[in-house]
T-cell receptor, first 114, second 115 residues
Framework: KNQVEQSPQSLIILEGKNCTLQCNYTVSPFSNLRWYKQDTGRGPVSLTIMTFSENTKSNGRYTATLDADTKQSSLHITASQLSDSASYIC?????????????FGRGTQLTVWP | EADIYQTPRYLVIGTGKKITLECSQTMGHDKMYWYQQDPGMELHLIHYSYGVNSTEKGDLSSESTVSRIRTEHFPLTLESARPSHTSQYLC??????????????FGPGTRLTVT
């Protein structure tokens, strides 16, 4: 069964600290992996997207890594800010259909305290 | 920020009413999607479209219907709203070239409450 599991479910950190969010997936075949940030009551906004051949990609203070062999990805946030408080969603796409089916994780709810 | 819009942002309506949730995008994307998301849960695909006059049901069974008469417009309709339809509805579009063709851009969502 194709699944995307994220950990931790929730995380609280102090402003300025770093953190790492984890994503494990069983989706096969694999096309790409995306990390989205979703603020409360808003739609998800893309942070990074990585294909099979990419193992790291950065977007400002966000750095995503991908190990396609172990089917694991992580999102590292550096020098956290209050505005980083949001849900971070890992999404994996297969290449088994023309739709490029997306499999969504439930997200990690990050809270940054001052 | 993506050019994809949803209206209304919030809607509270009584049981049995007919409602239409609007979604429009100005990026010329062929692919459009509707997702349903409950608090703390993952997004579930309920409808998608590859282009004009193309609509398909997604993974999550839904009593809603969609239409795609124009590329930029992908409305979702509930003929008779029920409390079980209370949820957040997110519209997305996908298109472009290169790795951006993988990218799905989401609208801000419609929070629907059926009383």
């Amino acid at each position: 069964k194709n699944q995307v599991e994220q950990s931790p479910q929730s995380l609280i950190i102090l402003e300025g600290k770093n953190c790492t969010l984890q994503c494990n997936y069983t989706v096969s075949p694999f096309s790409n992996l995306r990390w989205y940030k979703q603020d409360t009551g808003r739609g998800p906004v893309s942070l990074t997207i990585m294909t099979f051949s990419e193992n790291t990609k950065s977007n400002g203070r966000y750095t995503a890594t991908l190990d396609a062999d172990t089917k694991q990805s992580s999102l590292h946030i550096t020098a956290s800010q209050l505005s980083d408080s949001a849900s971070y969603i890992c999404v994996v796409s297969d290449r088994g259909s023309t739709l490029g089916r997306l499999y969504f994780g439930r997200g990690t709810q990050l809270t940054v305290w001052p | 920020e993506a050019d994809i819009y949803q209206t209304p942002r919030y809607l509270v309506i009584g049981t049995g009413k007919k409602i239409t949730l609007e979604c429009s995008q100005t990026m010329g994307h062929d692919k459009m999607y509707w997702y349903q998301q409950d608090p703390g849960m993952e997004l579930h695909l309920i409808h998608y479209s590859y282009g004009v006059n193309s609509t398909e049901k997604g993974d999550l069974s839904s009593e809603s219907t969609v239409s795609r008469i124009r590329t930029e417009h992908f409305p979702l309709t509930l003929e008779s709203a029920r409390p079980s339809h209370t949820s957040q509805y997110l519209c997305a579009s996908q298109g472009g070239g290169g790795t951006s063709s993988y990218e799905q851009y989401f609208g801000p969502g419609t929070r629907l409450t059926v009383t």
